[in-house]
């Protein structure tokens, strides 16, 4: 009993915790059309001739655009999109990105997966970026 007890206030805890830094999706405007139009171009530069030109794919590279993209994502802080570009991709020269350029390719993709752009930059900062969650749909549609 005692123990239940105990479980129960430390969930409440966290609880409150989480709702401070409550997470916000991507589709409540997290990236500016500036940084996308950034993102667009290193992504022509170091990207498109493997993940293709309007982000469909190719051969190997899987589409970064559309459901299927999506739905690998959904759910999961843009922190870890942002770090799986820096660490692994370009695929023929990974880790030469820096955080930021990873940052405004990040928004190209948000942006050519239609989701809409706000008033402010993406931060670089990866705390900042794990409060963001990637949801493959509008949230309450
Ligand atoms: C030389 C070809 C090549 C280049 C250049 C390249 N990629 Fe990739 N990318 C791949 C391949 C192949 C995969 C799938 C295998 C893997 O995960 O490593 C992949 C996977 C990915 C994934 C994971 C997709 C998912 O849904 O899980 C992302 C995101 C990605 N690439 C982004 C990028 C970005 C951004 C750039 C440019 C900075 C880039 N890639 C450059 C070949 C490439």
Redesign the pocket.
Known sequence: MKVAFGIGVAVLACGAAFAQGAPRSVWDGVYSAEQAARGKT??DG??A???GESLAGAE???A?SGAS?LD??NGIPVAD?VE??RT??????PGS?SRRA?TD?AAY?LSANQVPAGSADLPGDAQIQGMFRIDARKPGQ
Request: charged share 10%; with cysteine; net charge positive.
């Open positions: 290193a992504y170091s990207c001739k493997c993940h190997m590279a899987p970064l993209f690998n994502w999109l799986r570009i692994t991709m370009p695929a023929d020269n990105l990873a390719i993709i």
